[in-house]
């Protein structure tokens, strides 16, 4: 069954806006992960962040994660058309992911 | 480094047929492969987990004569859609872990299954 819920379902940004997307996940978690899926492919890993951790940087990729709020979110910033993608998180718990229903990202020149 | 290739990427079959998916870590060993299955526009939703040597431990609802799983090696996993039907067209999604940091998967590209 699906953890959580992502918000929005869909985003349509301009080249060089930020682009945020949020997932909140209802059990307790080792970490939390987020992923991007091009169209009709495979999921690449982009971010993992602990459950004791607060936040976390990677490039133009932000992460924040709330325990308490059981909710996470992930900004990139100056964002650029290749960034067209699906944007998933997914929460690890003993090993197994359970993904959100993902965020559908478009980014236009 | 951390490559999965899964074959074939697409693939029509009739109504009754077998299928066969294969998911191969390319550079790593993977201690676990994961099978899952992905509607349009819908999240990933896991099917089965698997370790070379041993038993698939497939996913409530999932059913594990429909949907066999061979781990053979420490690089090759296998789903074998039996006797497919219509409703069984869908992507599926292999992804392995193996590299540290263990708690990554590593993606196949998926296969599109057509069930005519």
């Known amino acids: 069954s699906q953890q959580g819920e992502e918000d929005p379902q869909a985003l349509s940004i301009q080249e060089g806006e930020n682009a945020t997307m949020n997932c909140s996940y209802k059990?307790?978690?080792?970490?939390l992960q987020w992923y991007r899926q091009n169209s009709g492919r495979g999921l690449v890993h982009l971010i993992l962040?602990?459950?004791?951790?607060r936040e976390k940087h990677s490039g133009r990729l932000r992460v924040t994660l709330d325990t308490s709020k059981k909710s996470s979110s992930l900004l990139i910033t100056a964002s650029r058309a290749a960034d067209t993608a699906s944007y998933f998180c997914?929460?690890?718990?003993?090993?197994?992911?359970?993904f959100g229903a993902g965020t559908q990202v478009v980014v236009t020149p | 480094g951390a490559v999965v290739s899964q074959h074939p990427s697409w693939v029509i079959c009739k109504s009754g047929t077998s299928v066969k998916i294969e998911c191969r870590s390319l550079d790593f060993q993977a201690t676990t492969m994961f099978w899952y299955r992905q509607f349009p526009k819908q999240s990933l939703m896991l099917m089965a987990t698997s370790n070379e040597g041993s038993k698939a431990t497939y996913e409530q609802g999932v059913e594990k004569d429909k949907f066999l799983i061979n781990h053979a090696s420490l690089t090759l996993s296998t789903l074998t859609v039996t006797s497919a039907h219509p409703e069984d067209s869908s992507f599926y999604i292999c992804?392995?872990?193996?590299?540290?940091?263990?708690?990554?998967?590593?993606f196949g590209a998926g296969t599109r299954l057509s069930v005519l």
């Open positions: 962040i602990r459950s004791n951790e």
């Open positions: 059990t307790s978690i080792n970490n």
């Open positions: 997914a929460t690890d718990s003993w090993g197994k992911l359970q």
């Open positions: 992804s392995a872990t193996g590299v540290q940091p263990l708690n990554i998967q590593y």
